[in-house]
């Protein structure tokens, strides 16, 4: 018997699969980031000023919050959760590059790779900063 190919059909539901289970693993991941934050930090009053310190680098920021899971804190949980629901659509986008490429639609192929070009060029900026 001969063994079947990956198909388009395989692709789309790796793709949807893709998309359910990144929400919901971000959703999660945030939420329990909230729980451990509220236990922590519930009583405190809040101070909204961290909100407008833009000056730190991407670099740093993603370097803080992967220190922060380190030892458990819930704000760096929260931000996981946020990076990982961002992370969600790119991965798709870079999935559907395989699919057009797998179904020789070259089209598609260009219009996903300069997608793809305008996300990196994106984030090359934001790093420059």
Do not use: C
């Not at 809040?46 to 991407?58: A, G, L, M, T």
């Amino acid at each position: 018997m001969e063994k079947e190919k990956f198909g388009e059909r395989d692709f789309q539901q790796l793709i949807g699969n893709l998309l359910r289970y990144g929400v919901w693993i971000s959703l999660a991941v945030a939420f329990l980031g909230g729980i451990v934050y509220l236990s922590n930090h519930g009583t405190e009053t809040v101070n909204y000023s961290k909100f407008i310190e833009n000056d730190r680098s991407i670099f740093q920021v993603v370097t803080s919050v992967f220190e922060g899971i380190a030892t458990f804190q819930g704000e760096s949980l929260i931000f996981l959760g946020i990076i990982l629901l961002f992370l969600t659509p790119v991965l798709r986008v870079i999935l559907s590059l395989f699919s057009f490429l797998l179904e020789k639609d070259y089209l598609y192929v260009g219009i996903t790779l300069v997608v793809i070009l305008i996300i990196g060029v994106s984030v090359w900026l934001g790093f420059a900063h």
